[in-house]
C-alpha cells in the first residue's frame, strides 16, 4: 500500500486548506492514521492522530482549528486546517500505523506555506 497525499499549497493567515491522503489500497479500519509535520532543519512533530476506534489527538497548536477524518471507504484520510497561521508552514506528511505489526506507511509529503 502506498499514500498519495495533496492538498498543500499557499495560503494567507486565517485563511483554510484540506489535505487528503489517499491509500492505493485499502488502509484498514482498525489501524490508525494521522498527520506529521515537518519544518526544515527541525525534528517532525505529530499534528494529528486517530485511532481505528476514532479516537483524535491533537497538538496544542492545532486545537480547534484543524480536524483530521477518514473515510475507510475511499481508503483516504483528511486533515482540515483552518485559520492557518505562518507558524503553521511545514511539509506535511500522512501515515497510517498497522495495529497488528505496528509498521508505518508514509505519504510523501505536501507542502503548506501560510503567508502573513
Known amino acids: 500500500v502506498q499514500l498519495q497525499a495533496s492538498g498543500g499549497g499557499l495560503a494567507r493567515a486565517g485563511g483554510s486548506l484540506r489535505l487528503s491522503c489517499v491509500a492505493t489500497g485499502a488502509i484498514g479500519s482498525r489501524n490508525a492514521v494521522g498527520w506529521y509535520r515537518q519544518v526544515s532543519g527541525k525534528q517532525r512533530e505529530l499534528v494529528t492522530s486517530?485511532?481505528?476506534?476514532?479516537?483524535?489527538n491533537y497538538a496544542d497548536s492545532v486545537k480547534g482549528r484543524f480536524t483530521i477524518s477518514r473515510d475507510n471507504a475511499k481508503n483516504a484520510v483528511y486533515l482540515q486546517m483552518n485559520n492557518l497561521q505562518p507558524e503553521d508552514t511545514a511539509v506535511y506528511y500522512c501515515y497510517v500505523h498497522h495495529w497488528i505489526t505496528q509498521s508505518y506507511i508514509w505519504g510523501q509529503g505536501t507542502q503548506v506555506t501560510v503567508s502573513s
Open positions: 486517530m485511532t481505528g476506534g476514532g479516537d483524535t
